[in-house]
């Protein structure tokens, strides 16, 4: 309860990932290497609102969500540049 209003519980488990995932095909110099990207919600950065009426200091008194992106070679292509 949150100002007298009730909130459903959740679990966990049934909220699903905030992030996403593409398989990406990368051409470089007539070789084809295996990527992804993802990208999406990968966490919860705590800061400093500075208003006093939250907490006494006013620091660390606030969330936000932190987004984020990677492009990252997947293994199949650390075997691709091996056999050259």
């Not at 470089?28 to 200091?57: H, Q, R």
Request: net charge negative; charged share 30%.
């Amino acid at each position: 309860m949150l100002d007298g209003v009730r909130y459903p519980r959740l679990d966990s488990d049934e909220v699903p990932a905030g992030y996403a995932q593409v398989n990406v095909t990368l051409e470089m110099e007539d070789i084809a290497y295996p990527t992804a990207l993802i990208a999406g919600s990968v966490g919860t950065e705590i800061f400093s609102s500075g208003d006093k009426s939250l907490s006494s200091d006013g620091k660390r008194d606030s969330a936000r969500p932190t987004l984020g992106w990677w492009w990252v070679f997947k293994k199949e292509a650390e075997e691709t540049d091996n056999k050259q």
